[in-house]
């Protein structure tokens, strides 16, 4: 089994916001893949999907952003699941709109949520995707940033980067890592 984490903050304050791609990631999954209907659990909203002729537990943490690990770390647990089945999607304002990363180990480069879950989790091995929402334009609170909506001009492109995303998390259910890093970190 894999887990997909969407990092993201719960409430209708946030839809929409830059912070909330890796939410928008998980709802594109569940609609491509026909997922079960989310139900509460693990202090996330969790919903299993078949994808790529594996099972997959899709993921949304309603623990707000920075205690994201509180809802990692039980499922995780529960099913058995290995750090390096476990992937982590999330914003990156340090990346340009559009852009997508993928990693298999590091540090959380000051991704909060990110940062959580890997303190939770013990270590650094585990997966992760970053959506790039940035760069955060001169003058502007990067904290405000990220809870901000995007522009009309934007939303197109934060759509086709969440699908491209899906793409990615795709390939890396089946095909694996390496092949994902070297398909989409383009």
Known sequence: MKLIVGLGNPGNRYVGTRHNVGFELIAELARRHAAGTPRQKFQAEVAEATIADQKVLLMCPLTFMNLSGQAVQPARDFYKIENNDVLVVCDDFALPLGKLRLRARGSAGGQKGLDDILRCLGNEEVPRLRIGIGPVPE?????????????????????????RAADATVVWIRDGLAKAMNQFNA
């Open 139 to 163: 003058g502007w609170d990067a904290v405000n940033f990220v809870l901000g909506k995007f522009g009309e001009e934007q939303a197109a492109e934060a759509t086709e980067s969440v699908k």
